[in-house]
């Protein structure tokens, strides 16, 4: 039995977004999931733009290139990067602007909010020692400490591994330390996972430690695995509390993140840059002034 989500397509998406231009004259900003709408909602010119939720970057794709075919200069998409620059995908032309980062997740880790966060939930002090240890700031520590899930999802966009992340439990990860450990996490994502035509695992192990000596953290973090690692991290590396170190933790984290996430941390981006300069060449607009 098929759900409404199911029946969300590119093409279901495209007529809505003509149907409803009979009544609105503005722009569309499309994205892909809930979260998205709702950070959207507050930096957006709300009577101007539009916001129309693509249930994933396919829809969202599909959607763009039919509307574009149309000739539809209204609409632009706003889409988590997700190794795009390293894997290749192809270029929308100025009709999608990626995340600086892979994902909007990691995004808000790597900008101011996530020290609001660690000074409402962490101690000052077991932060500064972390800090003093590693010589490195917070945001680093929470890329580093996930990067070998990180490299094992590059990995498998770029061989077509078609390996199982989602709804992982993550409990290859020891309840102490918030750092994933290679074999352990190599492991249980294969073990999930049809292993037809996948190496063996030593030389998956030896191609993700590859992975991370040639790519930085920067470039392999990912959202859901930064917020399972961050909440780890309040445990006993940056605080002492544990509320966010099962599912629903997890989730009242990611939703803390996106609220400490100001306009004005927007404003310093490069997806900002970009989704102004559409405003300047389509003369729609898409984001409030102030």
Excluded at 61 to 81: A, K, V
Excluded at 141 to 155: I, P
Excluded at 235 to 262: C, H, M, P, Q, W
Aim: overall charge neutral; hydrophobic content about 35%.
């Amino acid at each position: 039995m098929s759900s409404v989500k199911d029946e969300i397509t590119g093409q279901t998406l495209a007529n809505q977004i003509m149907l409803e231009k009979a009544s609105h004259s503005g722009s569309f900003l499309l994205v892909e999931g809930s979260s998205d709408a709702s950070m959207f909602a507050n930096f957006s010119d709300k009577k101007q733009c539009s916001i129309v939720v693509c249930i994933g970057w396919k829809n969202l794709f599909e959607s763009i290139s039919i509307l574009s075919e149309l000739q539809q200069t209204q609409i632009l998409g706003y889409c988590d990067r997700d190794y795009s620059d390293i894997v290749g995908y192809s270029e929308y032309n100025g009709s999608i602007v990626f995340t600086d980062e892979n994902d909007i997740e990691t995004q808000i880790i790597c900008s101011e909010a996530l020290g609001k966060v660690l000074e409402e939930f962490g101690h000052t002090d077991r932060i500064a020692a972390e800090i003093d240890r590693e010589n490195t700031s917070p945001s680093e520590l929470v890329l580093q400490w996930s990067q070998a899930t990180g490299a094992l999802r590059l990995l498998s966009a770029q061989n077509r591994w078609k390996l199982k992340f989602k709804d992982m439990k993550y409990k290859f990860v020891d309840t102490n330390s918030p750092e994933f450990c290679i074999v352990q996490t190599v492991r249980y994502v294969v073990g999930r996972s049809v292993r037809d035509e996948l190496p063996d695992l030593a030389a998956i192990e030896t191609a993700v430690r590859s992975c991370i000596r040639n790519n930085g953290s920067r470039n392999l973090a990912n959202g859901h695995d930064c917020v399972v690692v961050l909440g780890r991290a309040f445990r006993r590396r940056f605080g002492s509390t544990n509320r966010f170190n099962t599912d629903v933790g997890r989730e009242d984290l990611a939703k803390i993140l996106r609220i400490a996430y100001e306009f004005a941390f927007f404003q310093k981006t490069r997806g900002y840059r970009e989704i102004k300069r559409w405003e300047s060449v389509t003369g729609y607009s898409i984001l409030r002034t102030t």
